[in-house]
T-cell receptor
Framework: RKEVEQDPGPFNVPEGATVAFNCTYSNSASQSFFWYRQDCRKEPKLLMSVYSSGNEDGRFTAQLNRASQYISLLIRDSKLSDSATYLCAVNLNTGGFKTIFGAGTRLFVKA | EADIYQTPRYLVIGTGKKITLECSQTMGHDKMYWYQQDPGMELHLIHY???????EKGDLSSESTVSRIRTEHFPLTLESARPSHTSQYLC?????????????FGDGTRLSIL
């Protein structure tokens, strides 16, 4: 089993829809969590950190559930420009710190 | 935008050549990383460094080597390129600060070995 797992999708949604992605992690030493966005043939870019109390940035909401060991990303009022792959990342405290990236979830927003 | 730079952006070169991919960051980050990513596929960590003179192999076996002589510079070298090395190589860095710091990526080098 992978340490960080995401539904690969693709998620095909119409403009204006609300879409949610989950990312599960297996290591209880996971300390911090992030969502990245990666456009086709580009580098991943940090979308937002995920805080314990949940956090929002415009149309994007990130939540953490430590008991069930998952993080989520909610996108409201989807735009065509939201089409991308969304990667979750987990920083583990294993003596040193290690980052594990999920394989990503592909989102297509259609007109 | 993060200040991390990779050169060249694209490289097409013949089999057997020695290649060095450059990565530099101006943020003073201690930690630097190299990833390999094929189109539509997941990131694979191939090397990382926690500071000057520190280098470690990542999760994916790679025939490349790295060095970290200066904080800002983390070059990756392939001594003899082969077609199987064709891929995108992404460099990233993160700040000191325990495990709470995200990684910032360069634009990547798209490598094609003929």
């Amino acid at each position: 089993r992978k340490e960080v797992e995401q539904d690969p999708g693709p998620f095909n949604v119409p403009e204006g829809a609300t879409v949610a992605f989950n990312c599960t992690y297996s290591n209880s030493a996971s300390q911090s969590f992030f969502w990245y966005r990666q456009d086709c043939r580009k580098e991943p870019k940090l979308l937002m950190s995920v805080y314990s109390s949940g956090n929002e940035d415009g149309r994007f909401t990130a939540q953490l559930n430590r008991a069930s060991q998952y993080i989520s990303l909610l996108i409201r009022d989807s735009k065509l420009s939201d089409s991308a792959t969304y990667l979750c990342a987990v920083n583990l405290n294993t003596g040193g710190f290690k980052t594990i990236f999920g394989a990503g979830t592909r989102l297509f927003v259609k007109a | 935008e993060a200040d991390i730079y990779q050169t060249p952006r694209y490289l097409v070169i013949g089999t057997g050549k020695k290649i060095t991919l450059e990565c530099s960051q101006t943020m003073g980050h201690d930690k630097m990383y190299w990833y390999q990513q094929d189109p539509g596929m997941e990131l694979h960590l191939i090397h990382y460094s926690y500071g000057v003179n520190s280098t470690e192999k990542g999760d994916l076996s790679s025939e490349s080597t790295v060095s970290r002589i200066r904080t800002e510079h983390f070059p990756l070298t392939l001594e003899s390129a082969r077609p199987s090395h064709t891929s995108q190589y992404l460099c990233a860095s993160s700040a000191r600060g325990g495990g709470n710091q995200p990684q910032h990526f360069g634009d990547g080098t798209r490598l094609s070995i003929l």
